[in-house]
């Protein structure tokens, strides 16, 4: 484990304080606030090792413009994904005190091999060749602040960017590597009834670029990708609002499907 900054140990311990609780707060002590993306991320590392939770990849918020105008951010961001926040296949989610009480449906890549830090950015080809499966996936974000819209990316960023619940499907077939998957429909449906219709393009207008962005992002500010690492590209459909009762279902068409219950 690396030696933490003492400020970064501290404004870890307070999130994670508030993960715990379900409380929020407006926003980081000016002290423990951080000035920009790099701080952020140190401080989501510094979450992980407080909460003694293994980082089993990445999430992608705000990957389309109307996500950034949204939480007033200017691009994506990236955020870890804590092993005690997966969900099998099929199961419930305790819907809790959950401010955001959305669901999204996203395309999910796992990594067959590592992509760890260097001097210069992995280009495409390197990233579609590391890829080990593709997966269908439902997020169910949330927010240790008050008004998230509010506090600014590297805040954001520090939070894991807004991580809460991800269930991760079964891998689709290998056939999805002919697909174009900015132009493949995705359905949200609650029961029998379509709620929401999108297609991979409003992932950074194609879920295989956002995984780029991504790969270089965390190479640069963080850990890079281990191999095994899962990266949920961010939702393909307008987040659909949930509540206590709800069964969502995430409709890939031909690819297939999972859905997910809300307790």
Not at 3 to 11: E, F, M, V
Not at 20 to 41: F, H, M, N, V
Not at 50 to 66: E, M, N, R
Not at 73 to 92: E, F, N, T
């Amino acid at each position: 484990m690396p030696n933490r900054d003492p400020q970064d140990k501290d404004t870890a311990a307070l999130l994670w304080r508030h993960w715990q609780a379900s409380t929020r707060i407006d926003g980081l002590p000016e002290t423990l606030r951080p000035k920009d993306r790099a701080a952020g991320y140190r401080i989501g590392a510094a979450v992980a090792e407080h909460a003694g939770q293994t980082v089993v990849g990445w999430k992608i918020a705000a990957t389309s413009k109307a996500g950034q105008a949204h939480i007033n951010v200017d691009g994506p961001l990236g955020g870890r994904l804590l092993s005690d926040r997966m969900i099998a296949p099929h199961q419930a989610v305790i819907l809790g005190d959950n401010i955001m009480k959305v669901a999204e449906v996203e395309f999910a890549f796992r990594f067959a091999h590592a992509l760890p830090p260097r001097g210069a950015d992995y280009s495409y080809d390197e990233v579609m060749n590391a890829i080990q499966s593709l997966h269908p996936s439902i997020e169910i974000p949330d927010s240790r602040y008050k008004d998230f819209t509010v506090v600014g990316a590297p805040s954001l960023i520090a939070d894991t960017a807004c991580a809460c619940w991800l269930m991760i499907g079964e891998a689709f077939d290998e056939s999805w590597r002919e697909f174009d998957l900015a132009d493949h429909e995705v359905r949200a449906l609650k029961g029998d009834e379509i709620v929401a219709t999108g297609a991979g393009r409003a992932a950074l207008g194609d879920p295989r670029r956002a995984l780029h962005w991504l790969v270089n992002e965390v190479a640069h500010y963080a850990e890079g990708i281990k191999a095994g690492d899962v990266v949920t590209t961010g939702t393909c459909v307008v987040p659909v609002p949930i509540e206590v009762g709800d069964h969502v279902i995430a409709d890939y068409g031909t690819l297939g499907r999972m859905s997910i219950s809300i307790r």
